[in-house]
């Protein structure tokens, strides 16, 4: 696997490392020991899936409250999308800072995603499927959010959002959650 940090500390962008034959290819995508020398959370209790029925979908901006903040591995296995994260540590260098990547089926790319992170995507394509690999398992109490066009963080969607969930209308501003 290839780790290419981002500008957001800790995130990185993972490309596998194909070993092609007759058959076509093997490659490995997570690996316990390679996470952990890289200084990334190694462990994995939960594994989730999305299924977006169409494009322009955003799910987003999730992220989990200490003391069950979650690292994620997210990965798109089918179609594509626009996957952005916010850093919320505000100890960091690069606080309320966000980085945005496409993951696609086809380029199979993985983002991993900190602790202390929002995170969220928009479909690119009709039935897009993602995968995420989860370091915590989901504590409803401790589910948070920010809204996906807060000027705060002024991320530049791709493309027009046409399916968005209440949930992720009703969340506040993140000037308001700081109060």
Same mark, same amino acid.
């Given at each position: ?8 500390? !800790?995130?990185?962008? +993972? ?17 316990? @020991? ?14 989730? +899936?999305? @299924? ?18 979650? $690292? ?6 089918? !179609?594509?999308? @626009? &996957?952005? +994260? ?5 100890? =960091? ?38 995968? @995420?690999?989860? =370091?915590?398992?989901?504590? $409803? ?12 963080? =002024? ?12 949930? &992720? ?9 700081? +109060?």
């Amino acid at each position: 696997m290839h780790f290419i940090p981002t500008h957001l500390a !800790g995130a990185y962008l +993972i490309e596998p490392e194909p070993t092609s034959d007759e058959r076509g290819f093997f490659a490995r995508t997570w690996c316990r @020991y390679e996470f952990a020398d890289k200084g990334l959370n190694p462990n994995l209790v939960q594994c989730n +899936i999305s @299924y977006n029925k169409v494009r322009g979908t955003l799910r987003g901006m999730h992220y989990q409250k200490a003391p069950h903040a979650e $690292a994620k591995l997210v990965r798109c296995t089918q !179609g594509a999308v @626009y &996957d952005v +994260i916010i850093d919320l540590r505000s100890d =960091s260098n690069t606080f309320t800072q966000w980085f945005g990547v496409e993951l696609t089926a086809e380029n199979r790319k993985a983002l991993y995603v900190p602790e202390g992170f929002a995170h969220g995507f928009i479909t690119l394509k009709d039935d897009t499927e993602v995968l @995420y690999q989860m =370091s915590e398992f989901f504590h $409803a109490e401790f589910a948070a959010g920010l809204r996906w066009d807060d000027p705060a963080f =002024s991320i530049r969607w791709p493309i027009d959002v046409k399916v968005i969930s209440e949930r &992720d209308l009703a969340y506040s501003a993140f000037a308001a959650q700081l +109060i």
